[in-house]
């Protein structure tokens, strides 16, 4: 299978992404994955030429694995620069009107949580689900790796 890359994005945590009891907030980890997915889709996808994906595309599921709790530990934060997580995440499954992305949440080098999320290319004018465009799909496929 061609590609198999993974895009890296380091997300700044912030007090505010906190629970109760100190830790990320659950439905943060979705925010910080969003975060890296529209990093990769919108500005990767614009300066490879292809900003459809900013015209419309669509979550129709998503499922988290949370795996360690993450704190906000400021003992790793520095005056320039908050305490961070890193996300790794890539294409599993590119289909002719949807597509998967797969991550990878890291608190220093331990993966903290898996998730996936299946998007639907999504024509805003018109109100309905499309086709991925070739140009989208080429733009895709060096990060597909399929599932293990």
Same mark, same amino acid.
């Given at each position: 299978m ?10 700044a945590l912030?007090w505010?992404?906190?629970? @109760? ?10 925010t ?6 529209v990093?990769?889709m919108?500005s990767g996808?614009? @300066?490879w030429?292809?900003d459809?994906?900013?015209d419309?595309v669509?979550?129709h599921?998503?499922e ?7 704190d ?8 320039e ?8 995440l ?20 331990q ?27 080429a ?5 597909v790796?399929?599932?293990?």
């Amino acid at each position: 299978m061609p590609g198999g890359q993974r895009y890296t994005f380091h997300a700044a945590l912030r007090w505010s992404d906190l629970d @109760a009891y100190g830790h990320l907030n659950n439905a943060r980890f979705l925010t910080l994955y969003e975060e890296a997915r529209v990093a990769l889709m919108f500005s990767g996808g614009r @300066a490879w030429g292809v900003d459809s994906f900013a015209d419309g595309v669509l979550i129709h599921r998503h499922e988290v694995d949370y795996l360690r709790p993450v704190d906000y530990r400021l003992g790793r934060a520095t005056a320039e620069q908050a305490p961070s997580v890193r996300i790794e995440l890539w294409i599993e499954q590119v289909r002719p009107s949807r597509f998967t992305v797969a991550y990878e949440m890291f608190d220093g080098d331990q993966v903290v949580s898996r998730a996936r999320s299946v998007l639907v290319p999504f024509d805003l004018g018109q109100g309905r689900p499309r086709r991925l465009t070739d140009a989208e799909r080429a733009f895709l496929l060096p990060y597909v790796r399929p599932a293990d």
